[in-house]
T-cell receptor
Framework: AQSVTQLGSHVSVSEGALVLLRCNYS??????LFWYVQYPNQGLQLLLK??????LVKGINGFEAEFKKSETSFHLTKPSAHMSDAAEYFC????????????FGAGTRLFVKA | DVKVTQSSRYLVKRTGEKVFLECVQD?????MFWYRQDPGLGLRLIYF???????EKGDIPEGYSVSREKKERFSLILESASTNQTSMYLC???????????FGPGTRLTVT
């Protein structure tokens, strides 16, 4: 069965600084990987996804993530944080062995300081 | 534009009441899901449905049931609400297994 671990329940950065949110997964077969963002009092929306092909995936709002099979990681980055990036971020994995059930990480709340 | 709507944003119910949460999607998606979200626990799957009248239990189905009579509508039912069911409930849909999910805005349910 697949699983997802997000390192750090809270991350704080200064405006303009690099954003790095960590995600490690476990899957016995090539997975599909996702990052979702949740703004206060809203549902989740997709930031980006990896299915096959290029391992560096670009998403909305300047975010990107790199699939590293050898490290079983799918970390989310953004070169320069904006105040509007403050939200909760969820990493998720799905794989055929799990009947394509999607497993979500516990989430990382990003704080952006002025 | 893709849309998933939920019948209520906020709901307050009393212990023992029967509660219905409705979800509608306009994307002709096969799969629909109900999650609950609690601080520090992420999203936990309650039930999902891969076709009309078909349903499968997720990780925490106890105390809940679901209904999918039409493809676009998926209802979550709390047969007898309890205080430990106070939570944020999120509905989602996807076009095929493993694909990205589209989420509704959520229903924050408080059971007193």
């Amino acid at each position: 069965a697949q699983s997802v671990t997000q390192l750090g329940s809270h991350v704080s950065v200064s405006e303009g600084a690099l954003v790095l949110l960590r995600c490690n997964y476990s899957s016995s077969v090539p997975p599909y990987l996702f990052w979702y963002v949740q703004y206060p009092n809203q549902g989740l929306q997709l930031l980006l996804k990896y299915t096959t092909g290029a391992t560096l995936v670009k998403g909305i709002n300047g975010f990107e993530a790199e699939f590293k099979k050898s490290e079983t990681s799918f970390h989310l980055t953004k070169p320069s944080a904006h105040m509007s990036d403050a939200a909760e971020y969820f990493c998720a994995v799905s794989a055929p062995t799990g009947g394509f059930k999607t497993i979500f990480g516990a989430g990382t709340r990003l704080f952006v300081k002025a | 534009d893709v849309k998933v709507t939920q019948s209520s944003r906020y709901l307050v119910k009393r212990t023992g009441e029967k509660v219905f949460l409705e979800c509608v999607q306009d994307m002709d998606h096969e799969n629909m899901f109900w999650y609950r979200q609690d601080p520090g626990l992420g999203l936990r799957l309650i039930y999902f449905s891969y076709d009309v009248k078909m349903k499968e239990k997720g990780d925490i189905p106890e105390g809940y049931s679901v209904s999918r009579e039409k493809k676009e509508r998926f209802s979550l039912i709390l047969e007898s609400a309890s205080t430990n069911q106070t939570s944020m409930y999120l509905c989602a849909s996807s076009s095929y297994d493993g694909d990205e999910q589209y989420f509704g805005p959520g229903t924050r349910l408080t059971v007193t």
